[in-house]
């Protein structure tokens, strides 16, 4: 009779798995967006006339900056198996309450510190109905995203607040030097960072992975699954509340409709680099990957002088690949699995039927 596999040889066959699985890195999802990403590039830079110019490295990362930001706290949500469809109007209610508070002559940062903390607000509204009310964060954020976009019409209503700071709006666009990076690009690295350190080299990193296999389980090695849901959830109404933020200096202009649409550009991103849709895997690194290579598949589409209308197709087609290609995957993977358990038990039964030699 066998015995059970104790802590040690569990901790030990984990170990064997990863040492095998560590040459093989490069054939992770993540990996593969960023080669992807890389070809991409190169074929741009290569075949696309005007692509490969400061110029259009500026223009590319100013537009991908708002999705980027709001898809690191997108990342962590979506690999605990929730979602936040919410981000979008969280951005837009932002920049309306900005937009309100300078147009009545607050200061220039009081008006973004209450704008900002309005996303946090928003967020943990968020949070609250779904960690501590266990409702499903579909339904929560698809109810929230109509309300916050409501609330930003009903606080600016159909108006534009315009004429900005000069000086705020000009760092914005500025550059760093003649590499037509932006200057606001630094900080954003920063935070890319740090997003990146905290889920995959910390403990609380390491509960967020445990919840999107199993709340269960999470919660029976000591992970408080409620609070860290509220924390992530006020994490994304913050930043999205900083992109709400950086749009409206951007295009200096304050409106109820800012950045509408861009949740399902987020996701689409979000999902390509990378992570389940069904919690448990993902990485900072190939989320990063992923929105930079639709950020660059739009802005080559734009050169081309191709409409908005397959711009949205494409994004589209691209979420859907995203959640489509991942399950295709392990079901070949599983087909393959069971074809060679299949021919080994094949091969006992022949080898036991001849019998010793």
Same mark, same amino acid.
């Given at each position: 009779?066998?015995?059970?596999?104790?802590? *040690?040889?569990?901790?030990?066959?984990?170990?064997?798995?990863?040492?095998?699985?560590?040459?093989?890195?490069?054939?992770?999802?993540?990996?593969?967006?960023?080669?992807?990403?890389?070809?991409?590039?190169?074929?741009?830079?290569?075949?696309?006339?005007?692509?490969?110019?400061?110029?259009?490295?500026?223009?590319?990362?100013?537009?991908?900056?708002?999705?980027?930001?709001?898809?690191?706290?997108?990342?962590?949500?979506?690999?605990?198996?929730? /979602?936040?469809?919410? *981000?979008?109007? /969280?951005?837009?209610?932002?920049?309306?309450?900005?937009?309100?508070?300078?147009?009545?002559?607050?200061?220039?940062?009081?008006?973004?510190?209450?704008?900002?903390?309005?996303?946090?607000?928003?967020?943990?509204?968020?949070?609250?109905?779904?960690?501590?009310?266990?409702?499903?964060?579909?339904?929560?954020?698809?109810?929230?995203?109509?309300?916050?976009?409501?609330?930003?019409?009903?606080?600016?209503?159909?108006?534009?607040?315009?004429?900005?700071?000069?000086?705020? =709006?000009?760092?914005?666009?500025?550059?760093?030097?003649?590499?037509?990076?932006?200057?606001?690009?630094?900080?954003?690295?920063?935070?890319?960072?740090?997003?990146?350190?905290?889920?995959?080299?910390?403990?609380?990193?390491?509960?967020?992975?445990?919840?999107?296999?199993?709340?269960?389980?999470?919660?029976?090695?000591?992970?408080?699954?409620?609070?860290?849901?509220?924390?992530?959830? /006020?994490?994304?109404?913050?930043?999205?509340?900083?992109?709400? *933020?950086?749009?409206?200096?951007?295009? =200096?202009?304050?409106?109820?409709?800012?950045?509408?649409?861009?949740?399902?550009?987020?996701?689409?991103?979000?999902?390509?680099?990378?992570?389940?849709?069904?919690?448990?895997?993902?990485?900072?690194?190939?989320?990063?990957?992923?929105?930079?290579? /639709?950020?660059?598949?739009?802005?080559?589409?734009?050169?081309?002088?191709?409409?908005?209308?397959?711009? *949205?197709?494409? =994004?589209?087609?691209?979420?859907?690949?995203?959640?489509?290609?991942?399950?295709?995957?392990?079901?070949?993977?599983?087909?393959?699995?069971?074809?060679?358990?299949?021919?080994?038990?094949?091969?006992?039964?022949?080898?036991?039927?001849?019998?010793?030699?």
């Amino acid at each position: 009779m066998s015995s059970a596999p104790t802590t *040690v040889d569990t901790t030990v066959a984990l170990t064997d798995e990863a040492t095998e699985a560590g040459p093989r890195w490069w054939a992770g999802r993540d990996a593969i967006m960023i080669f992807v990403l890389i070809a991409f590039l190169l074929y741009a830079a290569l075949f696309i006339p005007r692509f490969a110019t400061p110029v259009t490295a500026g223009f590319l990362l100013l537009d991908v900056i708002p999705t980027l930001l709001i898809a690191l706290p997108m990342t962590l949500i979506i690999v605990t198996g929730e /979602i936040d469809l919410s *981000v979008a109007s /969280i951005a837009g209610l932002t920049s309306a309450v900005m937009g309100v508070l300078w147009a009545a002559g607050t200061g220039i940062w009081v008006a973004v510190g209450i704008a900002v903390l309005c996303g946090a607000v928003a967020g943990a509204l968020n949070g609250v109905l779904i960690a501590y009310l266990g409702l499903p964060s579909l339904a929560v954020t698809i109810g929230t995203l109509a309300l916050y976009r409501g609330l930003a019409l009903v606080v600016i209503g159909d108006n534009a607040v315009a004429n900005f700071p000069p000086a705020l =709006t000009a760092w914005v666009s500025s550059k760093i030097g003649g590499t037509g990076i932006p200057t606001v690009m630094i900080p954003i690295v920063v935070l890319v960072v740090v997003f990146g350190l905290l889920l995959h080299k910390t403990a609380f990193g390491r509960g967020i992975y445990a919840m999107g296999y199993s709340t269960d389980a999470a919660r029976f090695v000591g992970i408080n699954v409620e609070r860290t849901k509220l924390l992530l959830y /006020i994490a994304s109404g913050l930043v999205s509340a900083a992109a709400g *933020v950086f749009w409206t200096l951007r295009y =200096t202009s304050a409106r109820s409709d800012n950045a509408s649409g861009l949740e399902l550009l987020v996701i689409a991103a979000v999902l390509l680099g990378g992570v389940s849709i069904f919690g448990g895997k993902g990485s900072i690194p190939g989320v990063v990957a992923g929105v930079l290579l /639709i950020g660059s598949l739009n802005y080559a589409l734009r050169l081309g002088r191709i409409s908005d209308v397959v711009l *949205v197709t494409v =994004t589209g087609l691209l979420l859907i690949a995203s959640v489509v290609a991942p399950s295709l995957g392990a079901g070949i993977g599983r087909m393959r699995h069971a074809r060679s358990i299949r021919t080994q038990v094949a091969g006992m039964k022949k080898e036991a039927s001849e019998g010793p030699g």
